[in-house]
């Protein structure tokens, strides 16, 4: 009788997977499988159809062009620098409004509000703030003495890095603040009653406690971070088109595909940039496993 019940929930498992696999497949492996297929021919973008398979030709003319280097040094600037200053900032953020203040509830629907706005709305608002000649920024500076004209923000070479890196803290620092929120409220809080009344002091207890159990939540937001950062598209392009200052791996990909029309050499460019988010989510996952294998091994 109980083969004949765990026969019937396997079947009944597999019924409801079956849905979800016909839904990757056609949205995730089918693309990827084309788009792998196409890196291997000249074909166009005006007629896929006529083509000729190049082996790895298309491969080696990405790698060994110099824009595609500079759009891998964009990316990982970018991505570092960016993920740094929104763990830091998401974690501070957790830890304030975990506590007891007035307003906890509204200020937590707060903060959500700039990563609920579409990164193409964010990126628009941004330019027209940071307009050298309507800019409420640069009125803002202007007014305060600190400029006596507007900056060109986004038209300056050296500064239009800092202004997407800005502008992505600013719209997806609250996705590390709801992350690292959930890992904290998972924390016994007799924990640190007990550690209080021990007299422990609190960057201690912050530090030997709060931050160690915290590590598998970080961790996690990291990761997801990183991997969306490594693919970042809309926020620089919609800023700065296809300023080689910004250019990340997906615009390069974007410009040989649509840009130059060569779908051969864009799918290799955008399995290149598969391949570099996967190695990204290897590395990660590998050192989140090793974290948790040390902390076992400690206990």
């Known amino acids: 009788m109980s083969a004949r019940l765990a026969r019937r929930d396997h079947l009944a498992a597999w019924l409801f997977l079956i849905p979800v696999i016909i839904v990757m497949l056609l949205v995730a492996v089918w693309p990827l499988a084309r788009t792998f297929f196409f890196s291997f021919t000249d074909a166009y973008l005006d007629d896929p159809s006529i083509y000729s398979m190049v082996g790895i030709d298309n491969f080696l003319d990405v790698i060994n062009d110099r824009s ?3 759009a891998v040094r964009n990316t990982i600037v970018f991505t570092v620098i960016s993920v740094a200053i929104e763990t830091v900032l998401g974690l501070a953020i957790a830890l304030l409004i975990n506590e007891a203040i ?3 509830g509204l200020v937590r629907a707060a903060i959500l509000v700039p990563w609920a706005i579409p990164v193409v709305v964010s990126a628009k608002i941004w330019e027209w703030m940071l307009n050298d000649q309507f800019g409420v920024l640069n009125k803002i500076l202007i007014g305060l003495g600190f400029i006596d004209h507007g900056i060109a923000w986004t038209a300056s070479s050296s500064l239009i890095m800092g ?5 992505d803290v600013w719209m997806t620092t609250p996705f590390m603040v709801l992350l690292i929120l959930a890992g904290l409220q998972l924390i016994s809080p007799e924990i640190f009653e007990a550690a209080e009344v021990d007299g422990i002091p609190a960057w201690k207890r912050f530090w030997s406690i709060t931050l160690p159990m915290l590590r598998p939540a970080i961790g996690v937001a990291v990761l997801f ?8 598209f809309d926020l620089a392009y919609v800023m700065a088109a296809s300023n080689e200052n910004v250019m990340t791996v997906s615009i390069y990909a974007r410009d040989r595909l649509i840009s130059f029309q060569e779908l051969g ?8 940039v598969f391949l570099l988010v996967a190695l990204a989510a290897i590395i990660i996952i590998g050192a989140l ?11």
Do not use: H, N, Y
């Open 225 to 232: 971070r990183v991997l969306d950062a490594l693919r970042m």
């Open 265 to 272: 050499v864009g799918s290799a460019a955008s399995t290149w």
């Open 68 to 70: 595609w280097w500079v």
């Open 102 to 104: 007035p307003g906890r």
């Open 163 to 167: 202004v997407i890196i800005f502008a």
């Open 289 to 299: 496993r090793l974290d948790r294998a040390s902390g076992e091994l400690t206990k």
